[in-house]
């Protein structure tokens, strides 16, 4: 597809257990994006990848969220030992990148509920 | 870090009405500003952007205008339609870019025939 992809779109998990959420940036897009948003907030910034190696991950909560790209296209976003109040909607963005990045293209997201 | 504040929350408006939705920023440094629509489901589309050496930037129906020394920009909707009704979000960077977005609570806007 010409979007981008986000796999699963729904995720559903017990506190403590690990999960991985997949997206697919638009191809020939160098820059990706990870986005969390919580019920009724705006999105908040995680994680952002510029080729394969993450520009800025001064938004990644704790040391449970890590984040990987290694052949500057598909991305992974790991947590571990997931905690409630890790539920929310993450989003993936991409851009074409460069000095002057504009536009970001967002995926539809993956809910992740921790039970 | 920035801190960037949107209202209303809510805002209804007949159809053909305009709407005017506000933002404040935190960060004096901030120099990038879009503005993004989010459907039901789906992702945030950006709709307008403005950069600090721009006071007003409009596209079709859609205006954007910025005050650096207030710290303050708006987005303002002519003629509004049904298909507008969505949660409508301000964004603010430091960066120049979209690299680093600190967005506000949103905007659910609903246009009514």
């Known amino acids: 597809g010409a979007g981008v992809s986000q796999t699963p779109s729904n995720k559903v998990t017990e506190k403590g257990k690990y999960v991985e959420l997949r997206c697919d940036p638009i191809?020939?897009?160098?820059?990706l994006y990870w986005y969390r948003q919580s019920l009724g907030q705006g999105p908040e910034f995680l994680i952002y990848f510029q080729g394969t190696g993450a520009a800025d991950d001064s938004g990644l909560p704790n040391d449970r969220f890590f984040a990987v790209r290694p052949e500057g296209s598909v991305s992974t976003l790991k947590i571990q030992r997931t905690e409630r109040g890790d539920s929310a909607v993450y989003l993936c963005a991409s851009s074409r990148g460069g000095v002057r990045t504009g536009e970001l293209f967002f995926g539809e997201g993956s809910r992740l509920t921790v039970l | 870090g920035e801190n960037v504040e949107q209202h209303p929350s809510t805002l209804s408006v007949q159809e053909g009405d305009s709407a005017v939705i506000k933002c404040t920023y935190s960060?004096?440094?901030?120099?990038?500003f879009p503005w993004y629509k989010q459907e039901l489901g789906k992702g945030p589309q950006l709709i307008i952007d403005i950069r600090s050496n721009v006071g007003e930037k409009k596209d079709q129906r859609i205006a954007v205008t910025l005050n650096k020394t207030a710290k303050h920009f708006s987005l303002h909707i002519t003629e509004t339609q049904p298909e507008d009704s969505a949660v409508y979000f301000c964004?603010?960077?430091?960066?120049?870019?979209?690299?680093?977005?600190?967005f506000g609570t949103g905007t659910r806007l609903q246009v009514t025939l």
């Open positions: 191809s020939g897009h160098t820059a």
């Open positions: 964004a603010a960077s430091p960066t120049g870019t979209a690299s680093k977005l600190t």
């Open positions: 960060d004096s440094a901030s120099n990038y």
